[in-house]
């Protein structure tokens, strides 16, 4: 398996630029999480899906940061307008949400990242 | 915001060294997971622990899930200089029906030769 595929690994914008994140999840992966990691905040949950469908996005910054899963092997993150507090490296994740008797299967695999500057 | 209190922060140790790294929380987690970042890289899963006392090792690493379901602890043995990177504990509150996971702040390793 190719494992969590992301796109682009680095982008640089300017300020009030759409910026689109792309993910694709581990085949046959049920859930799919986008996560952001900069110094200061460590790895924040931004919004999580589970079969394709939004469950959390407390997550989300603002309403400048959008989500979609329009399918099970794609979703994108996408930062409209973007500013420069937005720069951090973006990360997706996949798991299987399963149950192993009593307990539920919770490994998140992740991509390698994006790593976001707005200047 | 982050609910794990992970410790220490970051460690310079002299290869050959063993280490140890702990994570803590007020709430109870059903899972712990532990992974590694190296630069550039997403981080990769190292060990997972699914049932309360569950000890587990991968190699050098052993983890445990702790009694109380509320703290783990990650274990390297005879540090090597590829063991540098941030390892990050992660769990799965007991209270959360779905897959989330919270992370802990890291912690920083550092390897001398």
């Known amino acids: 398996d190719a494992g969590v595929i992301q796109s682009p690994r680095h982008e640089v914008t300017e300020m009030g630029q759409e910026v689109t994140l792309r993910c694709k999840p581990i085949?046959?992966?049920?859930?799919l999480f986008w996560y952001r990691q900069t110094m200061m905040r460590g790895l924040e949950l931004l919004i999580y899906f589970n079969n394709n469908v939004p469950i959390d996005d407390s997550g989300m910054p603002e309403d400048r940061f959008s989500a979609k899963m329009p399918n099970a092997s794609f979703s994108t993150l996408k930062i409209q307008p973007s500013e420069p507090r937005d720069s951090a490296v973006y990360f997706c994740?996949?798991?299987?949400?399963?149950?192993?008797?009593?307990?539920?299967?919770?490994?998140?695999?992740f991509g390698q990242g994006t790593r976001l500057t707005v200047v | 915001g982050q609910q794990l209190n992970q410790s220490p922060q970051s460690m310079f140790i002299q290869e050959g060294e063993d280490v140890s790294m702990n994570c803590t929380s007020s709430?109870?987690?059903?899972?712990w997971l532990w992974y590694k970042q190296e630069p550039g890289e997403g981080p990769v899963l190292l060990i997972a622990l699914y049932k309360a006392g569950e000890l587990t090792s991968n190699g050098r690493l052993t983890a445990q899930f702790g009694i109380t379901r509320k703290d783990s602890f990650l274990n390297i043995s005879a540090s090597i200089p590829s063991d540098v990177g941030i390892y990050f504990c992660a769990g799965q509150p007991g209270n959360n029906a779905g897959n989330m996971l919270t992370f802990g702040g890291g912690t920083r390793l550092m390897v001398k030769p």
């Open positions: 085949s046959g992966h049920n859930s």
């Open positions: 994740a996949s798991s299987l949400k399963r149950r192993l008797g009593a307990i539920s299967g919770t490994e998140a695999f």
């Open positions: 709430s109870i987690f059903n899972t």
